[in-house]
C-alpha cells in the first residue's frame, strides 16, 4: 500500500503546515521588499517578520466558515501580528502568494528527485561496469536475437537516467519562477520592481508575463519529466520481471528471508516490487493528462486547475520518490544467475549466430537469397525440433562447400559480437552529476 502522504522527506513537504510556511515565507518577502520601497512603514514589516505565525487548526476552523484558504491563513496569521497586520497581503491577491509559494515547493521536491536520480545513476554505473562481460543473450520481439551483455543493459538505462536528470533539470530552470503582478497581471497594485525584488529575496526569477497565475506550461513540463521519469524505472522493472520468468530466470528480485510469495503456492518468488513499480508509473502517466488540460484556462484565470493541482503534483513527487528508492534497491541487490544466461544463450544449439553465418556465406560468393534461405533453413529446423543450428548447418552440404568446420566454428564465437562492448562501458565516463 502506497500512502498518498507518507512520513519521508519528499511527503513533508506537501502536508498542510509545510504550504502554509512556505505562504508565510512569501509574505514576509512582499512585506520586506514594500518596506525597502517605502510601500508600507519598515516598522510594519519589521512587526510582521518578527510576529507571523499560524495555527494549522485555526485556520482549518476559520475555512470551515469562510471556504477560502488564502483569506482563513491570512486571519489566523493575522492574530498573531496585531495593528501591523493591517499590511499583510498588502496589494496582492491569493495566487502572488500561493504560486510563488508553489514553486518553491516544487523546486525544494526536485533538489530530493535530483540526488535519488543521482543515486540510481550511480548504482546502474557500477552494475554496468560489473556485469561488462556477463554474456547473456539479446532479445528483440522477446525472441533470442544476438548476444549482449548484462553490462550494456545497464549502460543504456544509466545513459538513459541520465537524460532524465537533465530533463529534472530543465524543468527546475522553468518552475524557478515567482510572480507578484496582482489580480490579472497588471501590477495594478504592485509593480515590476516589487516582484523583481520579492523574487530575489526568494531565490525565484520573475515571470516575465502572467495574469493571475503563473502559466501551467511550466508546472505541466515538470509532471511530464517525472512521468518519464518513471516509464523508465518502469521499463528497468519490466526488464527484472521478464527475465525473471520461470523459463528464463537470468535474474531476481531480491527474496527476504522469511518473504511469501503466495497463499496458495509456497514455490512462487513473484517480481512484487517490479510490478509495483510498474502499476506505479501508470498513475503516474496517468497525471500528465491533467497536467496538460490545466494549461488552458479560462481568459485570466479560472480555478478548475487548482483542485487537480492538490492532487496531481504532491503525488507525482512522492510517487516518483518511492520508485526510484525501490528501484534502487533491486538494482542493488539483484540475483544475478549467470549459468542460466550461459544456457539460454546457446538454446536450440546457436541460432544466435545465423546472422553471421549469413554474412559469412555471402562473403564467400553466395547470393543473399540463397544463404539468407540455407541459413534459415537449419534454424527453424533447430527450433521446430528442439535440435542444434550448429550441427544442421555443419550437415548442410553447400555450407561446407563455401566454409570448411574450422572456419564455421570461429562463427558460432560470442566473442565477435562483444568487442566493442569496452568502448560503450568507457562512454561511461563521460556522465557526471
Given at each position: 500500500m502506497i500512502p498518498r502522504y507518507t512520513n519521508s522527506e519528499i511527503g513533508k513537504i506537501w502536508e498542510d503546515e509545510s504550504k502554509f510556511k512556505y505562504w508565510l515565507e512569501v509574505e514576509k518577502a512582499v512585506c520586506k521588499a514594500q518596506a525597502e520601497l517605502g510601500i508600507i512603514p519598515k516598522e510594519a514589516a519589521e512587526d510582521i517578520v518578527r510576529k507571523a505565525q499560524f495555527d494549522l487548526e485555526g485556520i482549518n476552523r476559520i475555512e470551515s466558515r469562510t471556504h477560502h484558504d488564502v483569506i482563513s491563513f491570512l486571519t489566523n496569521v493575522s492574530s498573531y501580528i496585531g495593528e501591523s497586520s493591517r499590511y499583510l497581503h498588502y496589494g496582492l491577491t491569493s495566487s502572488d502568494v500561493g504560486d510563488t509559494a508553489l514553486s518553491l515547493q516544487i523546486l525544494d521536491a526536485i533538489n530530493i528527485i535530483e540526488k535519488k536520480a543521482g543515486k540510481i545513476i550511480k548504482t546502474l554505473k557500477n552494475q554496468a561496469k560489473k556485469y561488462k562481460d556477463i554474456v547473456m543473450v539479446g532479445r528483440t520481439h522477446g525472441v533470442h536475437a544476438e548476444p549482449i551483455t548484462l553490462g550494456l543493459k545497464f549502460s543504456v538505462w544509466v545513459f538513459e537516467m541520465a537524460r532524465n536528470l537533465d530533463?529534472?533539470?530543465?524543468?527546475?530552470?522553468?518552475?524557478?519562477?515567482?510572480?507578484?503582478?496582482?489580480?490579472?497581471?497588471?501590477?495594478?497594485?504592485?509593480?515590476?520592481?516589487?516582484?523583481?525584488?520579492?523574487?530575489?529575496?526568494?531565490?525565484?526569477?520573475?515571470?516575465?508575463?502572467?495574469?493571475?497565475?503563473l502559466q501551467r506550461d511550466r508546472h505541466a513540463q515538470v509532471i511530464c519529466t517525472l512521468a518519464i521519469c518513471g516509464a523508465t524505472l518502469?521499463?528497468?522493472?519490466?526488464?527484472?520481471?521478464?527475465?525473471?520468468?520461470?523459463?528464463?530466470?537470468?535474474?531476481?528480485?531480491?527474496?527476504?528471508?522469511?518473504?511469501?510469495g503466495s497463499s496458495a503456492m509456497p514455490h512462487k518468488k513473484n517480481p512484487i516490487i517490479c510490478e509495483r513499480v510498474c502499476g506505479l508509473s501508470r498513475i503516474l502517466r496517468s497525471n500528465v493528462v491533467t497536467a496538460l488540460e490545466?494549461?488552458?484556462?479560462?481568459?485570466?484565470?479560472?480555478?478548475?486547475?487548482?483542485?487537480?493541482?492538490?492532487?496531481?503534483?504532491?503525488?507525482?513527487?512522492?510517487?516518483?520518490?518511492?520508485?526510484?528508492?525501490?528501484?534502487?534497491?533491486?538494482?542493488?541487490?539483484?540475483?544475478?544467475?549467470?549459468?542460466?544466461?550461459?544456457?539460454?544463450?546457446?538454446?536450440?544449439?546457436?541460432?544466435?549466430?545465423?546472422?553471421?553465418?549469413?554474412?559469412?556465406?555471402?562473403?564467400?560468393?553466395?547470393?543473399?537469397?540463397?544463404?539468407?534461405?540455407?541459413?534459415?533453413?537449419?534454424a527453424l529446423k533447430a527450433w521446430k525440433?528442439?535440435?542444434?543450428?550448429?550441427?544442421?548447418?555443419?550437415?548442410?552440404?553447400?555450407?561446407?562447400?563455401?566454409?570448411?568446420?574450422?572456419?564455421?566454428?570461429?562463427?558460432?564465437?560470442?566473442?565477435?559480437?562483444?568487442?566493442?562492448?569496452?568502448?560503450?562501458?568507457?562512454?561511461?565516463?563521460?556522465?557526471?552529476f
Open positions: 530533463r529534472i533539470t530543465q524543468s527546475r530552470e522553468n518552475i524557478a519562477y515567482g510572480k507578484i503582478s496582482g489580480a490579472v497581471g497588471t501590477y495594478a497594485n504592485t509593480s515590476p520592481e516589487l516582484e523583481e525584488k520579492v523574487c530575489k529575496h526568494l531565490g525565484l526569477k520573475p515571470a516575465p508575463a502572467s495574469t493571475q497565475i518502469e521499463k528497468i522493472a519490466l526488464e527484472v520481471r521478464g527475465l525473471q520468468r520461470t523459463d528464463v530466470k537470468e535474474v531476481e528480485e531480491p527474496f527476504a528471508v522469511g518473504q511469501k490545466n494549461i488552458a484556462l479560462w481568459h485570466e484565470r479560472d480555478i478548475s486547475h487548482s483542485s487537480a493541482e492538490r492532487i496531481i503534483i504532491p503525488d507525482s513527487f512522492i510517487l516518483l520518490d518511492y520508485m526510484l528508492g525501490k528501484t534502487i534497491f533491486v538494482v542493488e541487490n539483484l540475483n544475478v544467475i549467470e549459468s542460466n544466461m550461459k544456457r539460454n544463450l546457446m538454446k536450440y544449439g546457436g541460432i544466435i549466430f545465423s546472422q553471421r553465418v549469413l554474412l559469412e556465406l555471402i562473403n564467400k560468393g553466395m547470393s543473399r537469397e540463397n544463404a539468407y534461405s540455407l541459413v534459415q533453413s537449419a525440433e528442439e535440435g542444434s543450428f550448429k550441427t544442421n548447418i555443419v550437415n548442410e552440404e553447400k555450407v561446407l562447400a563455401c566454409l570448411g568446420k574450422d572456419e564455421l566454428e570461429e562463427l558460432f564465437d560470442a566473442k565477435y559480437h562483444l568487442r566493442y562492448i569496452d568502448k560503450i562501458i568507457n562512454r561511461l565516463e563521460d556522465i557526471s
